[in-house]
């Protein structure tokens, strides 16, 4: 087990790098650069500009000297808000992302799971349609439509929660956790439903019920472990999938996120702040898909072999 | 044993395993009504030119936005056109990106993950790191890029959405695989000798079918609103060409305002997920295997 | 369900607080880029850094007009080449240091100094060798026309008769900081400083920085040393970036704003229709039109873009896509530009606009070649650039397809010139017809059409400045403007209009052609309501 995290933490280093190399390349190659704005900007001003970032130099000393300033941690200075660092923007982006992204995890998995794993058990009767009705429509419900209306609702008409914000005003932080959250509930509903329904088909079970163990224990202990496989495999690019798409979520409640900084670093060119976003973001589904691998083969007993342990 | 015997016949007997699904799958109510549906709309989508209403660059900026009249079935939107027909020749466009995008990333992703999975060791890591850069790739510098490469073109953007989606559809491919590749049925294929490729179509995909139906039934409602942002940046189609996803983002804005343009796109796209999934969770219980022994 | 006892309807909103205690909610648009007056440009930053800063005049929110701020007069020589400022005994720094004409010659030096990389140094090039000074090819700031001639005099010597320089010194680009605090956080020059920070920072306005949270809010209080803090009449101001609109009128609704940057076009008409309506909309100094790029065929045909012109039906488009909440152009100047009326050289004539195109070889649209109209992705131009192809289909019977780029994207296709028609907008940065009409000089950066006309280049740049009297000036002007349309390398679509909904507390807030906000005058009274008049 221990052998197998080492080994993929060591395969993460050469795929951080290669995604490093790959957006570093791909965001110079973007049509329009951080300086171009709607009015011309005087040439002198622009090459005085290039200097203070570096943007004079060789690409590939540019490339070069962007890495040997990551290794010691440092991300640059953004070129959109002059007079901060990436890492003060991520610093202060990240909290608010990560909860965000937690509680709207812990909605989906809560939510979608249980609602699955209930239609899976009865299939084709009234509980298995109800949950899987409303899983569906929170599917096609898209979170730019969602949030919008919970706002409406909750927020304008019953004046229940806050309409926007983050920590300021108490209850702030639910509309935003339950949009984020439902889309993903949806997927889970539909996958632990589908990966149920294939687990409990299968010999094991029929063999755990032929001896007469109570159907909760059948479910619980035998059947939730393999039929929760396709959905560990989603959650794991999910997640970090999450971070990115709370974008949409912070900005229908004005949430100082990292979302925003992330998909608004792309559409300013904001070169530093886009690797340091894509820094970052690899990092992250490296481990959260690691993660999930691991989850996975502890769900499926058949897996544990690979990582070369009886245990 | 029997159990691996009677798989391997199946398997054998392929175009006898296609019969029984197809009659399974006759026999399940909602996958009918499902599959009626999705066979109307598509004739609708191939009839609209000849049935909409209207012409559907057709403005009458005057009328502007009139909820639903003898006129206008499904009212009008902001330039006085007739949603009827905007929401008929938007899905033409919805369930074509829907299924060749999806299509796309079903063909990459299942035979992705099939085969990481059914490798496993060295092959395995190599392919799945692959799959973590490109989940890591800022997608919207990606998308941009595309477009000043390659123009503006409807193609390249049913491309571009199955290269990002098939993603996913790899990693619980993969899973699904690596499962099943320890089960009894794989090995005794492998030990009398079958080829590998036939051992992952008969035996590996075919048992992996049930998420993976169910995963494209999913994504393919997700396509038809990617297709919606990817138009925001400038790929894809322009206006007066419309789509559903573009649809239901004009009527966000505007939920409050004109409801009706946002409820019947929506409505249209929700229809169509509820079929696909009736038909996807049918065609799944019509494939399986081990279900049809009982 | 806790966090729905625990909060809730019975709480007091942001604006009764406010009410309250004298603080305005503000909706700002979007997060700063930062708070340094020669580094950043955009409108948010403008608001923030004329409540924390002040400049040498200020412009009369009613006339704008420039009145005294830190220099309490000035005068102008005869030949109008000298302006000389008398500073005021009383300008204080936030922490008690005077204001004075060094700090100025200080602070323009940076603001113009070549390492600066400050994108709106164009401001202080009427003074005399700024350009030069600027470009890098003059070292010795010794010989740019600004000099200290004691510590409450500044004499500024400029090229030309400049008019509007007055009006500059109210843009933050010609704003004096403060050279002790800048140096104690960097070089003069450094862009990447902390000095802007809450606790570093430094000002002169008639409010301080009390909280800065990134994406969140940036709140100020009134400032103790403010020279006019007795008439300064709110206690603080909370700015929000509300990046939404739709996000944003959500929250006015909510009484978590007392105002905001904007309305989206479809509420219009519904607030509108209220009695005591918090919506504002007025004139704005800016003018939505298309590029044509008048080195493609067809369009290096001057009679088809006066046909593509003439067949835009404005009044329509402003009434029914637009909520009637835009004024048609058929020029680039705004009308009303402090008296200047623009000429107007063609009128909506489709028949006019058909014949024009078949005298160009395309009757009835036969033989018309692809032809595509860009935009940058947003809503509003996106419908107007629907209903305008339209237009021109059922007018000219062409088909022109229209397409949405992402802004940067939008941005290089503008600058290299690399399209047939391209949406554009132009706000002006100082009310005078000279900062429209020198968009079109021959080869100047903000062209991008590719037209050039050495008279017309003659009267902007020699004639008009040394016209006599304003009315010869505008004359002047006047005979550009028409030539420039009469090749009609612009099609103008409609003037701006700024659109905010401000509650009807506040008071002291008059709506003016530059959306120019001066908060020192800014009161809120939440029991005698605004009357509609006031902001008219």
């Given at each position: 087990?221990?052998?197998?995290?080492?080994?993929?933490?060591?395969?993460?280093?050469?795929?951080?790098?290669?995604?490093?190399?790959?957006?570093?390349?791909?965001?110079?190659?973007?049509?329009?650069?951080?300086?171009?704005?709607?009015?011309?900007?005087?040439?002198?001003?622009?090459?005085?500009?290039?200097?203070?970032?570096?943007?004079?130099?060789?690409?590939?000393?540019?490339?070069?000297?962007?890495?040997?300033?990551?290794?010691?941690?440092?991300?640059?200075?953004?070129?959109?808000?002059?007079?901060?660092?990436?890492?003060?923007?991520?610093?202060?982006?990240?909290?608010?992302?990560?909860?965000?992204?937690?509680?709207?995890?812990?909605?989906?998995?809560?939510?979608?799971?249980?609602?699955?794993?209930?239609?899976?058990?009865?299939?084709?009767?009234?509980?298995?349609?109800?949950?899987?009705?409303?899983?569906?429509?929170?599917?096609?419900?898209?979170?730019?439509?969602?949030?919008?209306?919970?706002?409406?609702?909750?927020?304008?008409?019953?004046?229940?929660?806050?309409?926007?914000?983050?920590?300021?005003?108490?209850?702030?932080?639910?509309?935003?956790?339950?949009?984020?959250?439902?889309?993903?509930?949806?997927?889970?509903?539909?996958?632990?439903?589908?990966?149920?329904?294939?687990?409990?088909?299968?010999?094991?079970?029929?063999?755990?019920?032929?001896?007469?163990?109570?159907?909760?224990?059948?479910?619980?202990?035998?059947?939730?472990?393999?039929?929760?496989?396709?959905?560990?495999?989603?959650?794991?690019?999910?997640?970090?999938?999450?971070?990115?798409?709370?974008?949409?979520?912070?900005?229908?409640?004005?949430?100082?996120?990292?979302?925003?900084?992330?998909?608004?670093?792309?559409?300013?060119?904001?070169?530093?702040?886009?690797?340091?976003?894509?820094?970052?973001?690899?990092t992250l589904i490296v481990l959260f898909n690691l993660a999930s691998d691991i989850l996975a083969a502890w769900l499926n007993p058949r897996l544990r072999h690979q990582f070369g342990s009886s245990r | 044993m029997s159990d691996v015997a009677s798989t391997l016949e199946y398997a054998e007997a392929g175009t006898s395993l296609w019969q029984d699904a197809w009659v399974r799958l006759r026999r399940n109510r909602l996958a009918v009504f499902g599959l009626v549906v999705m066979a109307t709309l598509i004739v609708l989508a191939l009839l609209t030119p000849w049935i909409a209403p209207y012409a559907y660059d057709a403005q009458d900026l005057d009328l502007g936005a009139t909820p639903p009249s003898a006129a206008h079935w499904l009212g009008t939107d902001v330039f006085g056109r007739d949603m009827l027909t905007q929401i008929l020749y938007g899905g033409r466009i919805s369930l074509a990106v829907g299924f060749v995008a999806t299509a796309v990333a079903l063909l990459i992703g299942v035979t992705w993950g099939a085969i990481a999975g059914y490798a496993g060791g060295k092959v395995d890591a190599v392919m799945m790191r692959l799959v973590d850069i490109l989940y890591a790739l800022p997608f919207m510098i990606f998308i941009v890029l595309l477009m000043v490469v390659f123009g503006r073109n409807v193609l390249l953007l049913f491309l571009a959405i199955g290269a990002v989606e098939w993603l996913t559809m790899a990693r619980i491919m993969r899973g699904q695989v690596q499962s099943l590749r320890q089960q009894e049925f794989v090995e005794a294929a492998i030990s009398i000798g079958l080829p590998t490729t036939t051992i992952i179509r008969r035996h590996l995909v075919p048992n992996a079918l049930g998420p993976i139906i169910v995963y494209t039934t999913l994504t393919i409602p997700q396509v038809m609103l990617l297709e919606a942002f990817l138009s925001f940046l400038g790929l894809g189609i322009q206006p007066p060409q419309t789509s559903w996803g573009l649809l239901i983002s004009y009527g966000a804005e505007t939920m409050e305002e004109y409801p009706w343009l946002l409820i019947f796109p929506g409505a249209a796209l929700t229809l169509t997920l509820f079929s696909l999934n009736f038909l996807g969770d049918g065609l799944r219980d019509a494939l399986d295997v081990r279900g049809a022994k009982d | 369900m806790l966090a729905l006892t625990a909060c809730g309807g019975g709480g007091e909103t942001n604006v009764e607080r406010g009410n309250r205690e004298g603080i305005l909610h503000y909706g700002n648009g979007s997060e700063p880029q930062g708070l340094d007056p020669h580094v950043v440009t955009g409108v948010p930053e403008n608001h923030l850094i004329r409540a924390l800063f002040e400049g040498l005049a200020v412009k009369n929110p009613h006339t704008l007009e420039p009145e005294p701020g830190v220099a309490e007069s000035w005068n102008v020589s005869e030949d109008g080449r000298v302006v000389t400022f008398h500073l005021r005994a009383d300008a204080r720094w936030s922490n008690g240091d005077p204001v004075t004409a060094e700090q100025y010659v200080w602070s323009w030096r940076r603001a113009l100094h070549p390492e600066m990389g400050n994108l709106y140094a164009y401001m202080l090039y009427p003074v005399k060798n700024a350009e030069a000074f600027a470009t890098g090819k003059l070292a010795d700031f010794g010989e740019v026309g600004v000099k200290a001639l004691d510590p409450r005099t500044l004499e500024v010597t400029l090229t030309e008769p400049t008019p509007y320089f007055i009006q500059l010194m109210d843009h933050y680009s010609t704003f004096a900081v403060h050279p002790e605090t800048i140096l104690a956080h960097g070089e003069m020059t450094d862009r990447f400083t902390r000095w802007t920070r809450v606790d570093n920072i430094v000002s002169n306005g008639p409010f301080e920085l009390a909280e800065w949270k990134l994406n969140r809010r940036i709140r100020m209080t009134k400032s103790e040393t403010y020279w006019d803090k007795g008439r300064v009449r709110l206690n603080g101001v909370v700015f929000y970036p509300t990046e939404n609109e739709v996000s944003e009128e959500r929250m006015f609704r909510a009484g978590a704003l007392h105002y905001t940057q904007s309305l989206p076009l479809n509420k219009i008409p519904i607030y509108q229709a209220r009695e005591d309506s918090p919506y504002v909309q007025a004139a704005y100094l800016g003018t939505y039109f298309y590029l044509v790029n008048t080195e493609r065929p067809p369009l290096d045909d001057v009679r088809v873009r006066k046909a593509l012109s003439m067949a835009v039906d404005r009044e329509t488009l402003s009434q029914t896509v637009m909520q009637g909440s835009v004024v048609p152009a058929y020029s680039i100047t705004p009308p009303g530009t402090l008296g200047y009326e623009p000429p107007r050289v063609f009128d909506h004539d489709p028949e006019a606009a058909r014949r024009l195109l078949a005298e160009a070889g395309y009757p009835n649209g036969e033989g018309w070649p692809a032809v595509e109209l860009i935009y940058n992705t947003q809503e509003a131009h996106r419908k107007i650039a629907v209903a305008v192809q339209q237009m021109w289909k059922d007018v000219l019977n062409i088909e022109i397809t229209i397409a949405n780029q992402e802004w940067k994207v939008y941005l290089d296709s503008v600058s290299t010139m690399n399209f047939d028609i391209a949406r554009r907008g132009w706000i002006g940065d100082y009310v005078d017809p000279n900062n429209f009409l020198d968009l079109y000089l021959s080869g100047g950066g903000n062209n991008n059409t590719g037209f050039a006309n050495p008279v017309y280049d003659d009267l902007i740049q020699n004639r008009a400045p040394r016209a006599k009297s304003r009315e010869e000036r505008y004359r002047l002007f006047r005979e550009a403007e028409a030539m420039l349309m009469e090749q009609m390398p612009i099609i103008p679509i409609y003037t701006y209009t700024s659109r905010h909904l401000i509650h009807l507390s506040v008071r002291g807030m008059p709506a003016n052609l530059m959306d120019s906000l001066n908060l020192r005058y800014v009161w809120l009274d939440p029991h005698q309501g605004r009357t509609n008049e006031e902001t008219k």
């Open positions: 087990m221990e052998r197998f995290i080492a080994l993929r933490l060591l395969q993460a280093i050469p795929v951080i790098l290669a995604v490093i190399t790959v957006t570093f390349f791909l965001v110079r190659v973007a049509p329009g650069g951080p300086f171009d704005s709607e009015k011309a900007v005087i040439p002198e001003v622009k090459a005085a500009l290039e200097r203070q970032y570096r943007l004079d130099l060789p690409l590939l000393q540019q490339y070069t000297a962007y890495l040997g300033d990551l290794a010691q941690g440092d991300l640059g200075p953004s070129f959109k808000y002059p007079g901060r660092s990436v890492n003060e923007l991520i610093a202060a982006g990240l909290p608010v992302t990560a909860e965000l992204g937690l509680y709207a995890l812990l909605v989906a998995v809560l939510i979608g799971g249980s609602a699955g794993i209930f239609a899976s058990l009865k299939p084709n009767t009234a509980q298995d349609y109800l949950p899987m009705a409303a899983a569906m429509i929170g599917i096609c419900m898209p979170t730019f439509l969602l949030g919008p209306l919970l706002v409406l609702v909750f927020g304008i008409h019953l004046e229940w929660l806050p309409v926007s914000g983050w920590g300021d005003i108490p209850g702030d932080k639910l509309l935003p956790s339950i949009t984020l959250g439902a889309a993903y509930a949806a997927y889970i509903a539909r996958l632990s439903r589908a990966g149920m329904l294939e687990v409990l088909n299968q010999d094991y079970i029929r063999t755990a019920r032929a001896k007469g163990l109570p159907e909760w224990q059948v479910v619980v202990k035998h059947a939730l472990r393999g039929g929760l496989i396709p959905v560990v495999a989603f959650l794991g690019p999910a997640f970090a999938g999450l971070l990115a798409g709370s974008f949409v979520v912070e900005t229908i409640f004005q949430i100082p996120g990292l979302g925003r900084f992330y998909v608004q670093a792309a559409f300013n060119r904001d070169y530093t702040m886009i690797l340091g976003t894509t820094v970052f973001l690899s | - | -």
